[in-house]
């Protein structure tokens, strides 16, 4: 029975994860994989399609891919490396630095407001549940990116 709750808990999340998404997507024109990849590269600066692919848990084709469309969008620019002609880079455009900085939160602010009342060991302690299930559920072989996305992927 109690395993009947947890999957009426987890499609209730995902119901919610689906709304924001959409609304995030109608709000921005990028999808969520997209805004994550866009994200990564103004934490990370100028960097690798592997740290790309690391810091987002997504495969290095599907990055690719990514930034195929954010560099058609005019957000990211690719070069290669001086270094390493093998290596090759992406940074934010001037458009995708004022993109990048004026994205909505991936959660509902209500969610954000709530998770940052909790007390630190609240927190970690939510996060490390969520962990868990996911490890269960055999989710850290999936990408995970499109974890704010149901049904049809767009890149």
Known sequence: MESLQVVKAIRKIVRAIDLRSREVSRLTGLTIPQIVVLQGIRDLGQVTTKALSDNADLSSATVVTILDKLEEKGLIERYRSVSDRRIVHARLTEKGATVASNLPGLLHDEF???????DSGERKQLVSAIEQ????????????????????FPD
Not at 112 to 118: D, Q, R, Y
Not at 133 to 152: C, Q, R, S, W, Y
């Open 133 to 152: 299930i996911a490890e269960m559920m055999n989710a850290h072989k999936l990408d995970a990116v499109p974890f704010l996305m149901t049904g049809k």
């Open 112 to 118: 954000e407001k709530k998770f940052a009342s909790l």
